[in-house]
């Protein structure tokens, strides 16, 4: 096998668990490792400290395993396992009212540069290294012998792949395949997905529990949702009783499916309106008629040369909505982009009420739902930040 040999004291990260070794803390490799190639990662004296996937970039390696084991066919299928056991312990795999939840979030289930989410029979695999991309067949097969109900297999990485990578990309279906879309069960509401073209695996799963508790302080306002995709928050607002919802998107692909989902669910409403436009030009026609905004916008950042740029666009979006909504009013707030804290994204957010000089309190904390867990060693992993506030 392949090794790696670190540089004196370099290894302090992995002795901590750490699932990444960055290129600048290797000292000599032993070999000729091709992208993906599975390799053995030594301290300065040659000590074991970790297997994992090699790639070419700033992270070097990407660790699958800290003990010194065969990484075969049984490995993957142990690690699908156990993810599949934690999905079950939270109630999600096998319930009736949610037949949607994430089976692998990456680190987070020691499976980097690996995310597969669950739509009833079908699994949708995205990979993120091209380790994950070699070993997509063995995994799909894991994933089929591990869950009975899972029936399709649908790798979905033509866009997650790094784009260097001398591999060919294409998004196909591993196993099965009769499945084109589904409606997928969210605590009893549905939704179209579309994983074939939506975006990510078609549909974000990561805000479940943040609908429910944006059900819960729907009654009888007038909602704004505003990065609306496919309306989940809209649909939620519809069924804690919200007096008016308005979803906004700049894709007049996200408006269909939003339409679409609010007639799957309210299918004689006349409470619910959507617009393809964009976010700052719709809140500048409107007037101040909302008094619950929902700000859920892609990630402003995807690398940290970004996140002074991004810190603006959360500023100048939360200030708008703060300028906008009614006295008294409701603002969700979010960031999903992986290089923002949580204590940049809660400054930008505090200097937004300075500038739009609104009272602001804040009565949620928000994170990822549980089965996007967060490991313990891999603080990075905890990418989706939001806020619930109490604007006067």
């Known amino acids: 096998m392949i090794t790696l040999k670190l540089k004196p004291k370099k290894e302090e990260s992995l002795l901590r668990f750490h699932p990444w070794v960055f290129s600048g803390a290797i000292q000599h490799i032993n070999g000729k490792p091709e992208e993906g190639d599975i390799v053995e990662v030594q301290d300065n004296k040659?000590?074991?400290?970790?297997?994992?996937?090699?790639?070419?970039g700033s992270i070097a390696v990407r660790?699958?395993?800290?003990?010194?084991?065969n990484i075969n066919a049984n490995f993957w299928k142990k690690k699908i396992e156990q993810a599949y056991l934690l999905r079950k312990e939270l109630g999600l795999a096998e319930s009736?009212?949610?037949?949607?939840?994430?089976?692998?979030?990456?680190?987070?289930?020691?499976?980097?540069?690996?995310i597969v989410d669950v739509y009833d029979d079908t699994a949708v695999m995205q990979a993120h290294s091209v380790g994950m991309h070699a070993t997509r067949e063995q995994l799909a097969k894991s994933i089929v012998e591990v869950i009975p109900r899972v029936k399709n297999v649908y790798y979905k990485s033509e866009t997650t792949l790094p784009y260097y990578a001398p591999i060919e990309k294409?998004?196909?279906?591993?196993?099965?395949?009769q499945s084109d879309s589904f409606k997928a069960i969210e605590n009893g509401l549905q939704f179209e997905v579309d994983w074939?073209?939506?975006?990510?695996t078609g549909f974000f799963v990561d805000q479940r529990d943040n609908r429910?508790?944006?059900?819960k302080y729907a009654k009888g306002k007038n909602v704004l949702n505003m990065f609306c995709y496919t309306g989940g928050f809209s649909v939620y607002a519809l069924r804690g009783g919200a007096n008016l919802v308005h979803s906004v998107d700049s894709s007049a692909i996200a408006i269909e499916l939003t339409n679409k989902n609010i007639a799957k669910n309210f299918?004689?409403?006349?409470?619910?309106?959507?617009f393809a436009e964009d976010a700052f030009k719709f809140f500048s026609e409107k007037r101040s008629e909302y008094d619950l905004i929902i700000l859920d916008p892609p990630a402003f950042a995807k690398h940290r040369d970004a996140v002074r740029n991004a810190l603006k666009g959360y500023r100048r979006l939360n200030a708008k909505a703060f300028q906008q909504i009614k006295p008294n009013g409701i603002v969700f707030t979010f960031s999903c982009s992986q290089v923002i804290s949580k204590d940049q994204f809660r400054l930008a957010v505090f200097s937004a009420a300075a500038e739009a000089k609104r009272n602001v309190c804040i009565l949620h904390q928000l994170s990822q739902p549980a089965d996007h867990p967060i490991n313990i060693y891999h603080p990075e992993g905890e990418y989706l930040k939001g806020l619930v506030l109490f604007v006067e």
């Open 267 to 274: 299918p004689a409403t006349d409470k619910h309106q959507a």
């Open 96 to 114: 009736e009212t949610n037949n949607t939840y994430r089976l692998v979030h990456g680190e987070g289930d020691n499976l980097p540069g690996l």
């Open 63 to 69: 660790v699958v395993s800290f003990e010194k084991e």
């Open 46 to 56: 040659g000590n074991f400290l970790a297997l994992g996937h090699y790639q070419v």
């Open 196 to 200: 074939l073209k939506g975006q990510k």
């Open 170 to 177: 294409k998004d196909m279906y591993l196993i099965g395949g």
């Open 212 to 215: 429910s508790l944006l059900e």
